[in-house]
């Protein structure tokens, strides 16, 4: 009883010499600079750190413009700069703090990023300023643009994965013509267009302080701020400060529809061990942007529908219990894959499933992905939902180990609310989802148009109209053909 008085009176009166407690200096701050421009950091421990600029503009922000532009944005980063005549001279002094960089552009953000020494933070950001803001983009270096996209457009048609191709057909099929729905890869009748005007117009719209968040993981947020200020507040961009003529804010508007391609697959693999001759089918229905408090729910539905390649192997974690391992490819042996994905954007949302078979089986197996979409609207069992929510938490625990992971989802969070919720706070709403959760986003998702994404050798391929009519039945089943000949 001593002991517990002691105790009791010991926690109610903080000590003044104990520190803080630890999590407290762990925290994602966010300050906002008088341009508009929205720092952020992530305290880590160690000597390294990944700082970089996210900017609200990716191809849904094409339409008004000639496709493609982000494409080549991405591809021409970090090259010759104002203050640094090349990409070797960028990479060399990248070289004096350990560091690499790298650009990635995704349908709504594009994302320069550094991860070097945290004592070259000033260079870091010095260097990432002059890449978003002045670079030179000289007809030598927009020319060998032009020819990597080239080559990159050529290679994903060839390659054996159809899922970056497919990917792009589902969205266009859901969002035709708008927003998340347009290419995002430059079409090839469009790079001999794109030129420096037409980047400067565009970047003059979208690259503001107001629409780019900095944000560093690894580093002191007062040192970071003191950076930004130093080399990000004032700084006149190389296409002139004027007025933002033209944001384009539409919001996604979810259609629905088709996408066929009729593609010879047949020798997409020579070799010793070819890979078989498949169709590929995605379908889709719309989910909810991961804004919304449906957002978790619809985590974990795709978590519990899992699935992945068919000669995948076991282990712990691998998704050996989801629903398109032990309904799907554990029954129907001629399946070659089955995955569930789930595409989010700050208006809207596409869960769908990727499925490859041989061309003479795509219509037992559009029915039975059909059926998997209106099972999954039935019960759902206890032991099947804790694991579904237990594996999301892990994979969302083990990929916020990684400091470039932490870095993306600090900016990308800070980017779309200003805010960050924690994994502590995340774990906690993926623990409350309950199986009505799930059973009320499947209804409500299953009330929309499907859309369809279809590659390969079509023939046997069930008409949109029947897709839809199993969507919309009890129990997925396609309607049935009677043919006279077969």
């Known amino acids: 009883a001593v002991f517990q008085n ?33 720092v952020a950091s992530q305290n880590k421990f160690g000597q390294f750190c990944t700082v970089g600029l996210l900017v609200n503009s990716g191809s849904r922000h094409e339409a008004k413009y000639l496709s493609g532009i982000s494409h080549f944005l991405e591809k021409l980063a970090f090259s010759s700069t104002a203050q640094f005549g090349s990409k070797d001279e960028i990479l060399l002094t990248l070289e004096k703090h350990g560091g690499i960089c790298d650009c990635q552009a995704s349908r709504d953000t594009i994302m320069y990023a550094v991860s070097a020494d945290a004592r070259g933070l000033d260079t870091v950001v010095n260097l990432l300023g002059d890449v978003a803001l002045q670079p030179r983009l000289s007809d030598e270096e927009i020319e060998m643009t032009r020819m990597a996209i080239r080559f990159e457009l050529e290679d994903l048609n060839m390659r054996p994965d159809p899922e970056p191709l497919l990917t792009e057909m589902i969205h266009a099929a859901a969002y035709r013509d708008n927003t998340v729905g347009l290419n995002r890869f430059c079409p090839v009748e469009n790079t001999d267009k794109i030129d420096r005007e037409v980047l400067h117009s565009y970047l003059c719209n979208y690259y503001t302080p107001d629409r780019m968040v900095l944000a ?43 996408v066929k391609v009729e593609k010879d697959m047949s020798d997409v693999s020579l070799g010793p061990t070819p890979i078989p001759e498949l169709t590929h089918i995605m379908i889709g229905l719309e989910s909810c942007s991961f804004l919304e408090e449906d957002f978790i729910p619809f985590a974990v539905l795709n978590m519990m529908m899992g699935g992945g390649g068919s000669f995948s192997a076991g282990g712990p ?87 470039p992971v932490i870095f993306e989802d600090v900016g990308r969070q800070v980017l779309a ?70």
């Not at 002691?6 to 000590?15: A, D, I, Q, R, T």
């Not at 989801?322 to 089955?338: C, D, I, S």
Request: net charge positive.
């Open 6 to 38: 002691y105790f009791s009176s010991s926690c109610s009166n903080k000590l003044p010499h104990i520190a803080k407690p630890f999590r407290e200096r762990f925290e994602t701050r966010v300050t906002v600079l008088e341009n508009g421009l929205r």
């Open 216 to 258: 560093g993981v690894g580093i002191e947020h007062e040192q970071l701020v003191e950076c930004a200020k130093k080399h990000l507040l004032g700084a006149e961009p190389v296409w002139g400060s004027g007025q933002t003529r033209d944001v384009d804010r539409s919001v996604a508007q979810y259609t629905g529809g088709i």
């Open 417 to 486: 609310t200003n805010t960050r919720k924690l994994p502590h706070e995340l774990c906690a709403l993926i623990s409350q989802v309950k199986s009505a959760d799930i059973k009320r986003v499947v209804t409500k998702m299953l009330h929309k148009k499907p859309a369809v994404a279809a590659l390969g050798d079509l023939t046997d391929l069930p008409t949109y109209e029947h897709i839809q009519a199993a969507l919309s039945s009890k129990d997925g089943r396609l309607p049935r053909v009677y043919r006279l000949f077969r």
């Open 317 to 403: 974690g691998k998704g050996m219990f989801t629903r398109l391992y032990l309904n799907v490819l554990n029954r129907h042996h001629w399946m070659y894959n089955a995955t569930s994905y789930h595409h989010s954007y700050e208006d809207t949302g596409l869960l769908c499933i990727h499925a490859s078979a041989d061309p003479k089986q795509v219509r037992e197996m559009v029915e039975i992905i059909t059926r998997e979409f209106i099972l999954m609207a039935g019960a759902v069992g206890e032991v099947e939902l804790e694991r579904a929510k237990t594996q999301l938490k892990s994979m969302l625990m083990m990929n916020l180990e990684s400091r």
